[in-house]
């Protein structure tokens, strides 16, 4: 049956501001966004950030910005109710974080929100309680000059949107990223974060090196190349990791465009470029770099995050970003530059010595040399080993492990183990030719045994002095929510402002790893929403305590390590999905020999 009569009919306001906010607030880390934006563009000095239960229960922006009027704070959270444009035209002049007049009606749509705010020609302020989206309250407060603004129970009246939500830890992460953008952006306001009452950050007014530092640390600090260049179309600020500093993951690689965080894979791969034969493969450098561009050659109207942003003139950006670099890095000895002054085919010619004649240079030749009546030396043959050595590596890397048969038909009592080029372990498994990565293979071996072991309350070894760790904020912070599990494990660590120590750690792990293990762990939390912490720590402690390519073992050693692999129930690969070992078939090596 056809309906005839009319179907279409506008959504009720409620409604449709809840559908609007998904697009605006899609986790606390939004709603963190939003406050701390409109708190620097009301002329703020001081911002805290007060946040509970990784924003689920609260977020709390409070600054002494200008404040808003009775007026001003009911219109703040009706939908495009803006101070910042007027027209069209001002969408194109935008010099403030926000325009849209759309974050915090998105923001009480789905939240309970408590906002207070008063101007300093105002001898009171004035209070507003909205919950999803309904006006409750306004009434006068007291306050101090500025705003405050409290967002409570985030997606109460949307429960799908909050079970939607990822873990306190990962949600936490995101919540400090977006922080964090804003404070570099504007190292001349003071920054506080506060989470579950603990301090996160206390960021005080400064340059743009000393925000650096106090975020990432006072390591940072030596790795830092400053770089300022001013063109007709860009002015670039800021600073880029020296190579030794790069990682294999992104994570301290900041733009910023007329101090508003942006994401662009183009300028990120011109910083690349410019690392050119700097970097090993997949390795990524840290940059922290401010753009000044004229409002009106950029558009920043293309998503309400406003991370993503469209370039006039985007091939001469690129172009003087990368020469920016290249020329700094060449400047402080990172890499060679060239002096275009001095005219190149000149610059290697030496000066003949005056009232001297010029004379032809001599050329020497022993006539007695027999290359047949002296013996190769080291040197000679080096390039060659090495060609076969890496030949064999290619191979052995390139091939696919077997299953190996079980254990009764595999008796490694009857065949001799040998060391092969420092990395390899030979051996014999029914008429074929056994090759073994002592690496892997050890990895694969503490595993497993540390994945069988009891590791509740397990014992562990009291240091003498304890290790130290530089570290930053921000990973003190993610380390804290997994403090227990590190206990249980067997370390002890206590947390400073920039430093890690450890006091105890387990009994089977040797102190000299415990920076490896600490870095990489770190790396696993930063980069991954969950972390199964009992096997990526036990991963990870396998990794950095297995024996390493390059070490020789002895006779011994090499076949206890051959035969704890093979009574392994899983011995093909290792605990990072690499494979342990190939098998050669007798009737290949006989057809290579025919």
């Known amino acids: 049956m056809v309906s005839t009569g009319d179907v279409i009919q506008l959504l009720p306001d409620h409604v449709a501001n809840q559908i609007a906010a998904g697009e605006v607030v899609q986790r606390p880390a939004s709603v963190v966004k939003e406050l701390i934006e409109n708190a620097v563009d009301a002329g703020a000095t001081e911002i805290d950030l007060i946040v509970k239960d990784a924003g689920r229960t609260h977020v709390q922006v409070v600054d002494n910005g200008l404040g808003m009027s009775v007026t001003d704070l009911r219109l703040a959270f009706e939908r495009h109710a803006t101070s910042k444009i ?5 969408i194109f002049h935008i010099q403030t974080k926000g325009f849209r007049g759309e974050a915090l009606a998105s923001i009480a749509a789905v939240a309970q929100v408590d906002a207070v705010s008063r101007k300093e020609e105002e001898e009171l302020g004035n209070r507003l309680v909205i919950e999803g989206g309904t006006v409750r309250d306004q009434i006068p407060a007291a306050t101090p000059r500025g705003t405050s603004i409290s967002v409570k129970n985030l997606f109460f009246n949307v429960p799908a949107r909050r079970n939607f939500l990822k873990s306190n830890q990962v949600e936490l992460r995101h919540i400090q990223e977006e922080f964090l953008r804003v404070a570099m952006a504007h190292e001349q306001i003071n920054f506080r974060f506060y989470h579950n009452d603990s301090e996160v950050y206390i960021l005080k ?68 470029d410019a690392f050119e034969n700097l970097l090993p493969n997949q390795y990524v450098p840290s940059y ?3 753009l000044e561009i004229d409002p009106t050659k950029i558009d920043i109207n293309i998503h309400p995050t406003k991370t993503e942003i469209k370039f006039e003139d985007e091939y001469s950006i690129y172009a003087v970003l990368r020469s920016a670099v290249k020329h700094a890095l060449g400047q402080f000895n990172i890499m060679p530059s060239l002096d275009f002054d001095q005219n190149p085919d000149w610059a290697f010619i030496p000066s003949k010595p005056q009232n001297q004649p010029v004379r032809a240079p001599e050329i020497r030749v022993d ?18 080993q090495d060609f076969y050595q890496s030949f064999s590596e290619f191979e052995i890397e390139n091939k696919h492990p077997e299953a190996l048969l079980s254990q009764e038909e595999f008796e490694i009592g009857e065949f001799q183990v040998l060391q092969w080029m420092n990395k390899y372990l030979i051996t014999q498994h029914k008429g074929e030719l056994l090759i073994i990565d002592q690496n892997r293979a050890h990895q694969t071996v503490l595993f497993q045994n540390l994945s069988r072991s009891a590791r509740e309350n397990a014992l562990s070894q009291r240091l003498l002095f304890p290790i130290e760790i530089p570290s930053n904020e921000s990973e003190i912070s993610m380390l804290k929510t997994i403090e227990m599990d590190l206990v249980n494990f067997g370390f002890d660590v206590e947390f400073v402002k920039d430093r890690i120590l450890v006091n105890a750690l387990p009994t089977d792990v040797d ?5 490896g293990i600490f870095s990489d762990f770190l790396h696993d939390l930063e980069w991954h929403d969950k972390v199964d912490f009992k096997v990526e720590i036990s991963k990870i402690i396998a990794k950095n305590s297995a024996i390493k390519k390059g070490e020789v073992l002895l006779p011994e050693q090499a076949r206890h390590l051959a035969q704890q692999l093979l009574q392994l129930d899983e011995p093909n690969f290792s605990p990072y999905g690499k494979p342990v070992f190939v098998q050669i078939p007798e009737n290949e090596i006989t057809k290579k020999l025919n």
Not at 259 to 267: G, M, T, V
Not at 367 to 384: C, G, H, M
Not at 511 to 515: L, M
């Open 86 to 90: 007027r027209t069209t035209e001002d």
């Open 205 to 272: 007014s400064g340059n743009l090196r000393q925000r650096i530092v106090q975020i990432f640390g006072r390591k940072m600090d030596a790795q830092l190349v400053p770089i300022a260049e001013e063109t007709d179309v860009v002015k670039i600020s800021g600073f880029v990791g020296k190579p030794e500093s790069a990682k294999k993951q992104r994570g301290e690689q900041y733009f910023f465009v007329n101090q508003r965080f942006i994401k662009s894979n183009y300028l990120h791969k011109a910083i690349i």
């Open 288 to 290: 922290f770099l401010n």
């Open 367 to 384: 006539r007695s040399y027999n290359p047949f009546e002296t013996n190769p030396t080291q040197k000679d043959i080096r390039p060659v």
């Open 511 to 515: 102190s000299e790893e415990i920076p």
